[in-house]
Structures are given as structure tokens and as C-alpha cells.
């Protein structure tokens, strides 16, 4: 993941009179220091799991893939989007840990990146994993990538290499809705609502494989390694006894010279590169937007937040310490700060983009989530988009918490994220445990981007609250006689087992309940991105007034 496009270069200029947060933490103690040091020992591992996602497959398929004068799909897309500009690349690591380890990055490179300064949403198979067919994992990495180019309005580049579905799994990536078909529709709704649909034909197009390029508004296929057809030779040979070559069948010359499914040849990548780029440049599409407000720097070095975070996550740490590292100029117009203490209120600039944030500051109380409600109701009307730091262990639960209606105050916010119309961006910070994931704009509530860091953790609850739950409710559901605690002990390790395995980073992303995992210093860049692709189509102001809570 690198830093986002083109953005202002930071000054240290001060906006203005809004109150500035000022930070508590010292570099120098040595808690900062015990926490600096796990961090970067988080760090280093997600490091080297992305170096590891980013080769693709196994040597014999790239030497194999190389051997052909084939390009890797990074290589590939470095050669389209703008020289010196970033890539925000998405789920590197889709598929992590699953498929018998053997689909990096799920076998598909999404992210966006910049073509003649115009954001374009890339999606580049990778033929060295699996001959770049699509896993469920690479289906929904896919449709996400598609997704967000919708919400965003970018331009979506193919780079097709690909056999298609993967078929021993084709009952879970042919028939359902958001399986292999969907990504046919979302191409189809795409080019309607005008937003391109290019692809670069770059080797196998076969069968469903066939209508990446098919829909496309425009194609380009490069002779000898691009080939488009419904059945490839073995089934024609089945089908109807004809032996014919893979060229001659679907080849670059039979699809721009005869059957018209190809516009343009090109006869080596490079020239396919140069031609998608003269493409993209004549397309009319908005480019990179210029921020509201001039940039500033934070007050406090982004790379400062693990040392902030606590190494052990019983113990909490101030939001508005990693607020302060994140906005600029540190500089932060906090909403009830006397209220709701534990989830933190205000706005502020990233990048020059006004933002509304949430911070979780630990448990939240019914005031929390009224105050919550209120602020994005505001948010809401004056269009300014909202940013949620997740780091929470739920709602608050017991007797007296019910009794004040912690059910209905929550509800009230879980129903104002999910009609809030203004772009919602999220970041997991800490825990993202309970129904605090979802008022907290968890996946399911449609943030434009989410992204998590190393630290975080999401599950219903956590291993030591699910292991107490669970034996508890069986040792309830005995007979007083019939009790064996040794198997209760069994069944708490069992628990404790299942819900750490599924809290873990790493099981999230590769099941992409997140865009991709992020390392702390680089939030204030990515986010600054998402908010300059959002700020090009602010979205409508809501339809409820604002209440107060
Ligand atoms: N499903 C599952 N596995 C597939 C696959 C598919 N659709 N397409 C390719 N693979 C696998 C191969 O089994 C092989 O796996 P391995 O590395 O574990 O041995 C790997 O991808 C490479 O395939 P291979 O045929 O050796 O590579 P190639 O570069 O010579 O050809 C294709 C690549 C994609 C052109 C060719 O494999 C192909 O035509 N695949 C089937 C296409 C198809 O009929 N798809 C139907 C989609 S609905």
C-alpha cells in the first residue's frame, strides 16, 4: 500500500482558529517505547505477509508465465498508471491462509491508481496463481474493486488473464448473486451509468471469461498471448469433433479482423499499455480533484501512533491522540466533549478535506450513542463526509444500562449511519467487537472504504467474554449430576481457540471484510485519497432534520 496521488504538498500553515489537541504522550517514556517496539513487530509481520502476496504464485508458473514474455499484473499496471504516481493497491491479501495457501492475493490485483491524472479503479488477473481463475475470494475481491469504482465514479481497467471461474469450486462462484455473474452486471450497470469499461486482453478469455472483454466498452488484444472464446480447442474438439488452435480460434487477428470482439491489436503488451493510456485520455472523465482547504501537516508524526496504542489491549488509549496524528494542523473542532466521554465527536481537515469524526474512546453508553446520532444527523446536512475509528467492545450491557434504553439509543445510531448519505469511511483502530462494529459503520453499512490496521480485532465478542458465554450456557442446559468440567475446560479452549483464530487481522482481510490492512502512518495519506475521490460527486444531503439527542 503506498501513499495516495498527488496530493498538495503539506505546509505547516494553521487553518485557523480552531482549538488544536495537544498531545499527552511522550516518546521518550518507556511505555511509549515497549509499545513503539510491539508495534513494529506488528509491522514487519504484515510486511512480509504483503511482500510474500505480492510474487503471486509459484516459481514454476512465473518462470512458466515469464517464458511466454509475459508481464506480472503489478508490472502490468506500473506501466499504465502515470509515471512517479502511487497506487492504492486493495485486499492484498484476499485468500490469505485459505485454498491450501496457494492463491496470494486471491489470484487478482485490484487498487487505484492515476491515467492522465484521471482516478481509473484497476482489476488485473494474476495467470501465475490458479491460471488466474477466480476463487471465491477472487469473486468477491472483484466485485468490491467494482463496487467501489461505482460509488467513486472511476473508470474500471481489466487486464484480462484469467480461465474464468475456478471449477472445483464452481458452486461457490457460478450461480448465486454476487458470484461470477454479478461481476457481468456490475460491468453492465457500470458502462450504463458512463463510467468506461476498458479492457486489455492479456492471455486465456474462456467461456464466462469471454465476456470481461465482451462487455467492455472498449478492447484492446495483444497478438499471440490474447485469446477470447466461449470454449476453448478441447471443447470444440468434444463438442464437435474440429481440432483447431487456440490462435486461429479466438486469437487477436480473428477478433479484430473478422468477428469485431477486439477494437484494437496491439502486438506486444507494451504498445497495448501505450494504446490504453491514448484511450483513457480521450475518455472525458473528471481528474484528480484539487482540496477545499490547504493541506497542513499534523502537529505530531503519524509514525508515532504505535507507540501510542497500547501493546496490551486490556489497557485503553486517548483517540484523540491518534486524531491529532491524523488531521491537519492537529487541529480539531470537538462536538459535546463534556458528553457521552467515551466516543469522541468533532471535525476537521484531512488533506485539505473537511471531515466529521467518530473515535471510540472504549464502551458505548446510551449518551455516547445519542450524542453519536446527533452529530452524524449534522454531519449529514452539511455534507460532510463522516470517518469512524473503530475501537470498541459493544454497546454497554446490564441492568441499569436497559433500564435508560441503551437498545433504542443504539438503535437510533446504527439507523443514522445506515441513512446517512454523505460519504462514510472507516478504519479499525482496536476491537470492533458486538453491535459496536455496526455503529461504528461496520461492513455492512456500506462505508465507501474500510480499512484496518495490524492491532485491530473484530468479532462478536472477544475470546475470554465468547468462552465464559458458552460454558455457561451449557452448563445451564445440565443437570446439576451431569456435569463434567473437564469437558467445560475443553470446550472453553475450544472457544477461546475458534474466536481468536477468527478475530485475527488476517482472517478478516482475507475474507475481505475490510479493503486491505494498513500500517497506522500511512491512514492520513490513504484516507486523504478516499476523500478526494469521494469530494468529486459529494453525495446528497439527507432527508431527516436534525434531532437533538
Ligand atoms: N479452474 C480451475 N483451475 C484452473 C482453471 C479453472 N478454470 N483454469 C486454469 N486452472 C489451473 C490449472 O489447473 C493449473 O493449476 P496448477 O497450477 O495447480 O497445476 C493452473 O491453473 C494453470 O493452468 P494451465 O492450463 O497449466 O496454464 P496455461 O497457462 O497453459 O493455460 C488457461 C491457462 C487459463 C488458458 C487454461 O488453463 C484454460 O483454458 N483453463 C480453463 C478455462 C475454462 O474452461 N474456463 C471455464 C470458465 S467458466
Not at 471461474?165 to 450461480?175: N, R, Y
Not at 484492446?220 to 486461429?248: M, S, Y
Not at 494504446?275 to 499534523?298: M, W, Y
Not at 500500517?519 to 436534525?546: I, K, M, N, W, Y
Request: aromatic fraction near 8%; charge should be negative; include cysteine.
Amino acid at each position: 500500500m503506498l501513499p495516495p496521488l498527488r496530493l498538495e504538498a503539506p505546509t505547516t500553515r494553521r487553518l485557523g482558529s480552531v482549538p488544536v489537541l495537544r498531545t499527552a504522550i511522550d516518546p521518550k517514556r518507556a511505555d511509549f517505547r515497549a509499545n513503539a517496539d510491539a508495534y513494529d513487530g506488528l509491522i514487519e509481520i504484515l510486511r512480509g505477509h504483503l511482500s510474500h502476496a505480492a510474487v503471486g504464485g509459484r516459481d514454476r508458473s512465473i518462470e512458466r508465465h515469464r517464458s511466454r514474455g509475459k508481464l506480472l499484473p503489478r508490472e502490468r499496471i506500473d506501466r499504465v498508471v502515470d509515471a512517479g504516481s502511487s497506487f492504492l493497491e486493495l485486499s492484498t491479501l484476499a485468500g490469505f491462509g485459505q485454498y491450501g495457501d496457494e492463491a496470494p492475493g486471491a489470484g487478482i490485483v485490484t487498487g487505484v491508481g492515476l491515467v492522465h491524472s484521471i482516478p481509473c479503479m484497476f482489476i488485473a488477473n494474476d495467470a501465475t496463481v490458479k491460471g488466474g481463475s477466480l476463487l471465491p475470494a477472487s469473486i468477491k475481491k472483484h466485485i468490491r474493486a467494482q463496487e467501489i469504482a461505482l460509488e467513486n465514479r472511476l473508470p474500471c481497467i481489466y487486464l484480462v488473464d484469467s480461465g474464468g471461474a475456478f471449477l472445483p469450486l464452481q458452486d461457490e462462484v457460478f450461480p448465486d448473486r454476487d458470484h461470477f455473474g454479478g461481476t457481468f452486471y456490475h460491468q453492465a450497470r457500470m458502462s450504463a451509468a458512463g463510467l468506461p469499461q476498458l479492457s486489455v486482453v492479456l492471455g486465456g478469455c474462456t467461456a464466462g471469461g469471454a465476456y470481461v472483454p465482451a462487455l467492455s466498452d472498449e478492447v484492446i488484444i495483444v497478438k499471440n498471448i490474447g485469446r477470447i472464446f466461449l470454449g476453448g480447442p478441447p471443447i470444440v474438439k468434444a463438442a464437435l469433433g474440429e481440432i483447431v488452435d487456440a490462435e486461429t480460434l479466438g486469437g487477436a487477428d480473428v477478433h479484430t479482423l473478422q468477428s469485431g470482439v477486439a477494437d484494437h491489436i496491439a502486438y506486444e503488451e507494451p504498445e497495448a499499455y501505450a494504446k490504453l493510456r491514448d484511450i483513457v485520455a480521450h475518455l472525458n472523465q473528471p481528474g484528480f480533484p484539487e482540496p477545499p482547504a490547504t493541506p497542513v501537516d499534523p502537529l505530531y508524526a503519524s509514525d508515532e501512533i504505535g507507540g501510542v496504542i497500547s501493546h496490551d489491549p486490556r489497557f485503553p488509549y486517548d483517540v484523540r491522540e491518534i486524531i491529532a496524528r491524523l488531521v491537519d494542523g492537529s487541529e480539531f473542532q470537538e462536538f459535546k466533549p463534556r458528553y457521552g466521554e467515551t466516543l469522541i465527536t468533532g471535525t476537521a481537515h484531512i488533506h485539505g478535506y473537511p471531515v466529521g469524526i467518530l473515535g471510540n474512546n472504549g464502551i458505548i453508553f446510551s449518551e455516547c450513542a445519542l450524542k453519536a446520532t446527533h452529530f452524524i444527523e449534522m454531519c449529514n446536512q452539511r455534507g460532510t463526509p463522516l470517518l469512524f475509528l473503530q475501537n470498541t467492545s459493544g454497546y454497554m450491557v446490564g441492568a441499569e444500562a436497559e433500564a435508560r434504553g441503551i437498545a433504542k439509543d443504539g438503535a437510533k445510531m446504527v439507523a443514522s449511519v445506515a441513512n446517512a448519505s454523505v460519504p462514510k469511511f472507516t478504519v479499525l483502530t482496536g476491537g470492533s467487537y458486538g453491535a459496536g462494529n455496526y455503529g461504528m459503520c461496520g461492513r455492512g453499512f456500506r462505508p465507501r472504504f474500510l480499512f484496518a490496521w495490524p492491532n485491530s480485532r473484530i468479532a462478536t465478542m472477544s475470546a475470554e467474554t465468547a468462552q465464559t458465554v458458552l460454558v455457561d450456557i451449557r452448563r445451564a442446559g445440565l443437570d446439576a449430576d451431569r456435569v463434567d468440567e473437564d469437558q467445560l475446560a475443553a470446550l472453553r479452549d475450544e472457544v477461546a481457540t475458534q474466536y481468536e483464530t477468527q478475530s485475527d487481522p488476517y482472517y478478516a482481510t482475507s475474507r475481505l471484510w475490510d479493503d486491505g490492512l494498513i500500517e497506522p502512518h500511512q491512514t492520513r495519506d490513504v484516507l486523504g485519497l478516499c476523500l478526494a475521490l469521494a469530494s468529486r460527486e459529494p453525495g446528497p444531503a439527507g432527508s431527516f432534520r436534525v434531532f437533538r439527542m
